[in-house]
């Protein structure tokens, strides 16, 4: 392909991702498709021969849009939002065109100076102090992973990635039983295993954040028998029901306890933009050690592009780095953020940030944000008025519901709205029971979108 093609169907595909928004609403959110029919359309061995390009868009045309789970939907509720605003998008494209590989500043320099600014706009924007820095992950599982990896080498003295675990006790992790699935895997891939990972109750309504006497005294008991408590993992905004934790209280134990501490607030952390959110659900955030949370989901960044910030990010340098002679620069004092991650190789993620943030400004996110916590709360009136019971009350954009009948009955209620196509929600468990999640993240929802769900429901319901 020569540039001057290059750029005839780079007009096309732009004209295509234009004309795919404008026109999201009139189709279902979740596509209606059997397993295996993508596939079926599929040559089954690649071609010994190249073809036109022509042929390649009718068939990508005819295979892929139509069987999309359609996450840019305004009436997608389900899950977390990755969500991909416009000036995010160009931004990914120019990084695309460019296509740097940013391991290391010689190898990227403005890509990582660049990230190292976006990391201290957005540390200014949420509120933390002054001498914080941070990185900028894939995704919170990589970053809660990283944590986990230094939580691990500081208990055992910086000495597992050299010597193993063997011998070192049982490293002893502690969270809520809100936290999300990644702090398990982090805590399986870190050689520490799932039954060291202590899980404790949360204090009820209305925050269920962790119950502090409970984390108290699981420590205290894991040093009475000889076990090495290594760090706590705390939550802002967990995924089943948006649980978040005391981080005052949680953050006195951890100091008290000498312990590493992780907050995990992939999806509360953006809505910490807005003031009062903040003041209302952070205060004692500074005692943390690391932080992640994922623009990604509700700043309108594109996947993917999570950031963790570090009060003192020696300690995940001295874990993660590894530096051979090839990776080594010459003759000057720069970051180079591979030391910071796991990965070596490392995208140029700080560009949509860079663009996204000027676009919109502060202002225009956090107006998305209250929206979104508004318009969740006007949904829920309107189910509890029609009768559903509401499970959990919304935190931020969240809340659970049921309708009518047994747990079987919510799957079912789950799967028709899902089936039917205008709206898209998932299932959940809160306290043994099945529960319909609900929560409003995307980037450009109107309130006529998201009120028509309490519509929907109630239609759905009724007619089952």
Known sequence: ??????????????????????????????????PGEAAA??????????????????????????????????????????????PSMLAEMLVTVMAPQCMLWQTSPVATEMEGVMVQWLRQAVGLPEG?????????????????LTMRERATGWSGNREGLSGKGALRIYCSGQAHS?????CWVAGIGQENLVKLPDA???????DVAALRAAIAADRAVGHVPAGIIAITGGTGIGAWDDLSAV???????????????????????????????????????????????????????????????????DTLKIEPEYL???????????????????????????????????????ARIRNHVAWSGDVCEALRDAGFEIVTEPILSLFTFRGPGDDAAQQALVDAINAD????????????????????????????????????????????
């Not at 914080?132 to 986990?148: E, F, K, M, N, P």
């Open 204 to 210: 009820g309504a209305p925050a269920y954040g962790v």
């Open 421 to 464: 196509g205008r709206i898209y929600v998932t299932q959940g468990m809160f306290a043994g029971r099945k529960v319909v999640r609900f929560q409003v993240g995307q980037f450009d929802c109107t309130r006529d979108d998201v009120m028509m769900a309490a519509d929907v429901i109630r239609e759905i319901s009724e007619a089952m």
């Open 251 to 317: 953050g006195a134990v951890a100091r008290e306890e000498g312990l590493y501490l992780h907050l995990d607030a992939a999806w509360g952390g953006a809505a910490m933009i807005c003031p009062e959110i903040r003041d209302a659900m952070w205060p004692g955030v500074e005692a943390c050690d690391s932080i992640v949370f994922n623009p990604h989901k509700w700043l309108g960044a594109q996947f993917d592009c999570s950031v963790q910030f570090l009060k003192d990010p020696r300690q995940q340098i």
């Open 328 to 366: 080594k620069t010459s003759g000057s004092e720069v970051v180079n953020y591979s030391e910071w991650t796991i990965p070596l190789g490392r995208r140029f993620r700080a560009l949509k940030l860079w663009f996204m943030l000027r676009y919109y400004g502060l202002e225009g996110l956090r």
């Open 132 to 148: 914080w820095s941070g990185v900028i992950q894939d995704s919170a599982s990589s970053a809660t992973l990283s944590a986990v």
């Open 41 to 86: 359309l599929l040559e089954a061995a690649p071609p010994e021969a190249g073809e036109g390009m022509e042929t390649i868009w009718q068939d990508f045309l005819r295979v892929v849009p139509e069987r999309l789970t359609h996450w840019q939907h305004p009436r997608f509720f389900a899950y977390f939002p990755a969500n991909a605003a416009p």
């Open 182 to 186: 990644s702090i398990d895997r982090a």
């Open 1 to 34: 392909m020569d540039w001057d093609e290059f750029a005839r169907w780079g007009a096309q595909a732009a004209a295509f991702g234009a004309d795919y928004h404008k026109t999201l609403r009139d189709r279902p959110v979740r596509p209606d498709v059997r």
